[in-house]
């Protein structure tokens, strides 16, 4: 439909709706082809002063009989035989001449809605024409007449309830809108209880005029998870609002409320066009819901860095780079690197999989990685986007972050998996910070004491990135009795849960026995590193020994393979450097990995061993 036929088509549905049978099956298309299709276009149109009016095309948009007895009649036409396949053009063409339509419409049906016994259709249509003209008082009186005289017609309780409302007596409008949506269910398309919940929040701003600050007209929480609800609660407002914009002009907060609501719904299912118009409506009927707006809109932002980030990862680097590594040549001596890359190719990348079974606990990933040369991160992209691809970011970020140095450094090799690590570590960066700066304003609210505010903030990270340790710990620490109760089955199994989302991020709380001490304060010294005065080798090399101590092999074996060709550790020799990198093999289970290297790097292997029992005792006795 074009754009400039939507208001005068709105108002002619507007006014044909009371008029419509709600059994008829026409009904419905009507209200689709009004609530949805026009509301949406209605909400930019252009100037329409000098616009011819496109007949055909309206004819077609609403080619719909209107049943006898019950609709609109122009001058002399006989209201039994009125349809607006027949009268079309009588009709469009007196909106047009006559802007002041329900001024005549109601000056003409007078004296027969006056008589002593009228028709129902003449009083119902004498009514409507007296609130449209804002004559409320004759209108409702009408109205009560047309209630003894045929009672128990649902048009008659809307319409009550309407007059009621714009007239200023919500209590009774609620009453009649009640009755009518008992007399009918089905009226309005069933989305009567929108307008009952508006006249809920025109009582609650009568007796507090913030009200609207901490709710919302359609929902308490905007929740739109539930599908059915979502899609009821969508509809409801499209049929209410279209039929508000008719009486209402900005500002308007309970219209403002109610546009950012629909938006809400658009959003959640990322309809951002759709949304944004919304959106746009909201503010153009009050700043109400401004700083709300924008929290959605920042928050689209961070799931568009996210979902990016994910689809980099998935597409651009995981794909290439599993057949980049499954195509490797023999004459590369990179067999083990195209073993690993074939043994990928043949699993399912849709499925979900635990990635530590693809990388750390499978010996084909090591072997790939040792014949890999240290300045081609294939095998490293590969790692990194098997955690993103599953929504473990802080896992990825580990590993980029640990890297850094080599990704980003002087003399690299173009290539494949440098080029990858590259892109996915800015864009895990970016997102980060996104990240913190969406924690952080929780961590102020829970500050300040609005603990449950704080949780809304740290659940729209979670909303999006459901695996993020951060904001999952923040929203434990802002439960009003994990601490208090932080040893009891029910906190610690939490704890546990939050921890494996990154199993070497600092978690306070009160912990038992030694070994949980000493591990608490073994992540202490990770989260605080960034803070010390230290070299990059002492830096880097205290994040692989701490990841050791908390008993991440793999992560461990890792950092130490990765870095003994290129950074010198500031006490171990390369075959000690070896060794602990072997100790991590041994517990992983790799013996095979292990046997590949000489014998005499056992004494190394127990050397591990005993560092790692001395740097508990060490703590024990501190």
């Not at 009083?123 to 449209?132: R, V």
């Not at 004559?135 to 809307?158: C, D, H, M």
């Not at 006249?199 to 929480?221: C, F, M, P, Q």
């Not at 928050?299 to 195509?327: G, M, N, P, W």
Request: one cysteine or more.
């Amino acid at each position: 439909m074009k754009k400039t036929l939507v208001p005068l088509a709105l108002l002619l549905a507007q006014s044909l709706f009371s008029c419509i049978n709600p059994g008829d099956p026409r009904y419905a298309e009507l209200l689709a082809d009004r609530h949805m299709h026009q509301l949406l276009e209605e909400l930019s149109p252009p100037n329409h002063s000098d616009t011819p009016i496109d007949l055909p095309a309206l004819k077609a948009e609403l080619k719909l009989s209107v049943p006898d007895a019950e609709t609109t009649s122009i001058g002399d036409v006989d209201p039994s035989n009125f349809s607006i396949d027949s009268n079309f053009e009588e009709l469009a063409e007196s909106l047009k001449r006559n802007p002041n339509y329900w001024q005549l419409r109601a000056e003409t049906l007078q004296r027969d809605a006056t008589e002593k016994e009228p028709k129902f259709s003449v009083m119902n249509e004498y009514a409507s024409a007296l609130i449209f003209t804002g004559e409320y008082k004759g209108a409702i009186q009408t109205l009560k007449k047309q209630e003894r005289l045929y009672p128990n017609q649902y048009q008659t309780a809307t319409n009550l309830g309407t007059a009621y409302e714009l007239s200023g007596n919500l209590k009774q409008a609620k009453k009649w809108i009640a009755e009518g949506q008992k007399r009918n269910p089905a009226s309005h398309q069933g989305s009567e209880w929108i307008h009952s919940a508006i006249l809920d929040a025109k009582i609650a701003l009568g007796k507090n005029s913030r009200w609207l600050d901490t709710h919302y007209v359609s929902a308490l929480e905007l929740d739109w998870s539930d599908n059915k609800n979502r899609a009821r609660t969508r509809d409801a407002i499209l049929v209410q609002l279209s039929e508000r914009l008719v009486f209402v002009r900005a500002p308007n907060p309970i219209v403002s409320s109610l546009f950012f609501e629909l938006g809400t719904i658009y959003e959640y299912e990322d309809s951002i066009q759709h949304a944004e118009v919304f959106y746009r409506k909201s503010l153009e009927f009050g700043d109400l819901r401004k700083n709300e707006i924008a929290g959605q809109r920042r928050q689209r932002d961070f799931k568009t860095t996210y979902l990016r980030l994910i689809e980099s990862a998935r597409s651009e680097v995981l794909r290439k780079a599993i057949k980049i590594a499954s195509e490797k040549p023999d004459e590369d001596c990179c067999h083990a690197v195209r073993r690993y890359g074939q043994g990928l190719l043949d699993i399912d990348m849709r499925s979900s999989h635990n990635v530590e079974s693809l990388t750390y606990q499978n010996p084909s990933f090591w072997t790939a990685l040792l014949q890999m040369p240290p300045d081609n991160q294939l095998i490293d992209s590969i790692l990194v986007s098997l955690y993103l691809r599953s929504g473990e970011l802080d896992k990825a970020r580990r590993i980029t972050t640990s890297l850094s140095p080599f990704t980003f450094g002087e003399g690299l090799t173009e290539n494949f998996g440098t080029h990858s690590m590259q892109m996915l570590t800015s864009e895990l960066d970016e997102f980060y910070e996104l990240q913190a700066q969406r924690i952080q304003s929780g961590i102020q609210q829970h500050d300040q004491g609005n603990k449950e505010a704080a949780i809304r903030i740290y659940k729209t990270v979670t909303d999006v990135f459901p695996k993020s340790v951060w904001a999952n710990w923040e929203i434990a620490l802002s439960s009003p009795t994990f601490l208090e109760d932080s040893l009891s089955d029910k906190s610690r199994s939490l704890s546990q849960k939050i921890q494996s989302l990154d199993p070497l991020f600092m978690i306070g709380g009160n912990y038992s026995g030694s070994r949980e001490i000493t591990q608490m304060l073994l992540r202490m010294e990770l989260r605080d590193l960034g803070s010390k005065n230290l070299s990059l080798e002492e830096r880097y090399y205290k994040y692989a020994d701490n990841a050791l101590l908390l008993e991440q092999h793999g992560l461990a074996a890792y950092l130490y393979w990765k870095a003994a060709p290129i950074l010198k550790h500031p006490t171990l020799n390369r075959e000690e450097l070896l060794g602990r990198f072997l100790y991590c093999m041994e517990k992983l289970g790799h013996q095979a990995i292990v046997s590949i290297f000489s014998d005499n790097l056992s004494d190394e292997i127990d050397k591990t061993q005993g560092f790692v029992d001395a740097a508990y005792q060490a703590f024990t006795r501190n």
